[in-house]
């Protein structure tokens, strides 16, 4: 199994600040995915975070945007820069566990972002 | 485009009931997830499927890989079993890993049982 923290769990923010949130699993992974979760819809990834490279941003999303930072194989973060009430969202960090055949699926609890 | 479509997108039922929420994908798979999301909590794997069948306590997920479809049963629903349920898919075929571990995430099913 994977134990998930984030920190913080919520934040009210103003426009035009930063926020860095914080994601650390209780064991070694390869891959952590910082997902969007806008309010009333499902899960959309906003990048890949591969320890020792550069992130993987999906399309839509960009570095300057909301930088990550993967300095080891338990932790992440992901800073949402310059924000806009149009960021309010749960963000969510998540892992996979590949023992074949079967992969879990770990998130995080979440932060619940407002900004205003 | 990939897409992974839900039905229903809303769910209401009396405590006992059987609930069924279907998932249909549009192209071939190597995994499908249900997840489970409370008002307010994190999300739980409930289930990973390649094929066939898992059952876990009430809940059952099928998967019929010809026909692209993936059901969720809950039998004797209870109103903690209240919840979004979401289904979840990795695209394309062979080993995990590598280059197909993104998932696609459908709109999930507000599932509310009363009691």
């Known amino acids: 199994s994977a134990v998930i923290s984030q920190k913080p769990s919520r934040d009210i923010c103003q426009r035009g600040t930063s926020l860095t949130i914080q994601c650390q699993v209780d064991?070694?992974?390869?891959?952590m995915f910082w997902y969007r979760q806008q309010p009333g819809q499902s899960l959309t990834l906003i990048a890949t975070?591969?320890?020792?490279?550069?992130?993987?941003?999906e399309s839509g999303f960009v570095i300057d945007k909301f930088p990550i930072s993967r300095p080891n194989l338990t932790f992440s973060t992901l800073t949402v820069s310059n924000m806009s009430p149009e960021d309010s969202s749960i963000y969510l960090c998540?892992?996979?566990?590949?023992?074949?055949?079967?992969?879990?699926?770990?998130f995080g609890p979440g932060t619940r972002l407002l900004v205003l | 485009k990939n897409e992974v479509e839900q039905s229903p997108q809303n769910l209401t039922a009396q405590e006992g009931e059987f609930i069924t929420i279907n998932c249909s994908y549009s192209?071939?798979?190597?995994?499908l997830h249900w997840l489970q999301q409370h008002p307010g909590g994190g999300i739980v794997s409930l289930f990973m499927?390649?094929?066939?069948?898992k059952k876990h306590g009430r809940l059952i997920a099928t998967i019929n890989i010809q026909e692209k479809h993936s059901s969720l049963h809950i039998t004797a629903s209870h109103p903690r079993d209240s919840a979004v349920y979401i289904c979840?898919?990795?695209w394309g075929s062979g080993i995990s890993g590598g280059s197909n571990y993104k998932l696609t995430f459908g709109k999930g099913t507000l599932l509310t049982v009363n009691p």
């Open positions: 975070a591969n320890q020792g490279s550069e992130a993987t941003y």
């Open positions: 979840a898919v990795r």
């Open positions: 064991s070694q992974v390869t891959m």
């Open positions: 192209v071939g798979i190597s995994a």
């Open positions: 998540s892992v996979t566990r590949f023992l074949a055949p079967q992969e879990t699926q770990y």
């Open positions: 499927l390649s094929s066939g069948k």
